[in-house]
């Protein structure tokens, strides 16, 4: 069993988790991915203890990924259906060197283990001691992020619902900030242009690690997606749609001008999945 694969694939969520096999079904769709791969619960667990040998199994497998890196969990039960594991274990940005890596990788195994994520398991009727897989992937820079349904997870409608910030879309998930709402129909035609109150931004750090910066008074309220990118966002979301089926919940960012995918998965509850 192959311990360390590129996320195209990563198939076998029992080994993976749901996050890495999403991306990976992705990727196998052509849908614009950071590049990555996808590390199986087996060999998290192997580097958190400390085995030299699953160290530098991982270190040899990001090395040709693009620095900065992301690292995220990918718990087996993680966005699957039975229940919404956003928020229990640790995303990691900004990580560069193996030895980052490695210390990401044992943050996360911890996190995973910790009391509050095994009594989240336990009401959620869950295994009690999770297997966490890890998919790292290249960081972007992005000037602009941001979620979007593809279908109103409010109302049911047949519209896209798209909410944006500048910088990194952890501000906009984490609600650290009252993101632009934008609302487009399937055919492309913007039903509703709502600018928000984008106080902050985060951004990459030089030297790893992220940071929250003030943004300049001019862009707290002016809008940060123009029509050309809201038509992209729509053809994305037509896109995701054809490779996982409809009613979906995408993560997205521009970076150097082209949109990319970071995650996508089924709406789990009226109004968010988070």
Sequence with gaps: MKSCVP???????TIFGSKA???GQAARGDLPLPPGVALSGQIVEAV????????????????????????????????GAEASFAGQHLTLL?????????????????????DSAITYRQRSGLFVRPSVGVVVQALLDPEVAGVMFTQNPINGADERL???????GEVVVAGRVIPDHFRVARSGEVLERTPGQKQVAVRTLPDGG?????VAPELVERLCLDDDQLAELNGLAD???????PARDIEW???????YLLQCRAVTRAGSSR
């Design 21 to 23: 096999v999403g991306l």
């Design 210 to 214: 992220t940071a929250e910066e003030k």
């Design 162 to 168: 798209i909410e944006a910030s500048w910088g990194l």
């Design 253 to 259: 960012a521009f970076a150097e001008g082209d949109l």
């Design 239 to 245: 896109r995701c749609e054809e490779v996982y089926g």
């Design 7 to 13: 996320l195209l694939k990563a198939r076998d969520d």
């Design 48 to 79: 958190a203890s400390g085995d030299e040998r699953a160290i530098k199994k991982v270190a040899k497998a990001v090395r040709p990924l693009p620095r900065p890196l992301a690292v995220r969990s990918s718990a087996v039960d993680e966005d």
């Design 94 to 114: 900004n990580v560069s060197s193996p030895e980052e890596v490695s210390e990401a990788l044992r943050e996360i195994w911890w996190s995973a283990n910790s």
